[in-house]
């Protein structure tokens, strides 16, 4: 097995369903058109490539740094750097992997905690309160299926009673802190889910 193949899905992926999502909703609180709209903005709804069939993700260079204490900003400054923003993000998830590959090869478990992984975009670094014990679980799970990152999703909303009030009640701004990170409104996060949760409400009551 190759280092990619490692991160594909064995089999085709089968993609989450709306009792999938009613179910989700019901455990959190919250109506469907909530959990559509996170869904919607952190991954298009899409938790894999459909011809990779690997987990959709993001590697964050800043945050690799971070949990390396800048031991590779030096010799690897394409993954490693200390400040958010100081280079753009690879367009596609090919060169996303490579980047991830890279790191890995640097330091594994940091490379993985220092990517979001999946649907609901969840930083690998997260692993615990997404239900497992460690990133390399949480990974492995993020490569089964897309059931498994909607699972993840609602650990880790549960485990933060705070980021799931704010979700309950429509705190944009309060949400986006606690899910995006404190540069949330540098991309318009809050409004982007502001938006798809108008749109997706709309679209269940017509």
């Not at 991954?43 to 011809?51: A, K, L």
């Not at 905690?113 to 390399?136: D, K, L, T």
Request: hydrophobic fraction near 45%.
């Amino acid at each position: 097995m190759t280092t990619l193949e490692r991160f594909s899905s064995p089999a085709p992926v089968a993609t989450l369903a709306s009792g999938d999502f009613a179910a989700a909703a019901a455990v959190l609180g919250v109506n469907v058109a909530k959990v559509l709209a996170v869904d919607e903005v952190e991954s298009r709804g899409r938790g894999f490539h459909p011809q990779t069939r690997r987990p959709i993700i993001l590697f964050e260079p800043h945050r690799f740094s971070k949990l390396t204490k800048g031991a590779f900003d030096a010799v690897a400054p394409d993954v490693s750097y200390p400040k958010w923003g100081e280079a753009p993000y690879p367009a596609g998830q090919d060169a996303r992997y490579a980047q991830l590959l890279k790191a890995a090869r640097l330091d594994e478990g940091a490379a993985l905690a220092s990517a979001s992984w999946g649907r609901f975009q969840i930083m690998g670094f997260n692993h615990r309160p997404a239900g497992f014990a460690s990133v390399q679980a949480f990974v492995a799970a993020m490569v089964r299926s897309e059931a498994e990152h909607l699972l993840a999703f609602a650990r880790f909303l549960k485990a933060d009673p705070a980021m799931l009030f704010c979700l309950q009640k429509n705190d944009w701004a309060g949400f986006a802190r606690r899910y995006n990170g404190e540069g949330y409104a540098q991309h318009g996060y809050d409004q982007r889910l502001k938006v798809a949760y108008a749109r997706r409400l709309a679209a269940a009551r017509a």
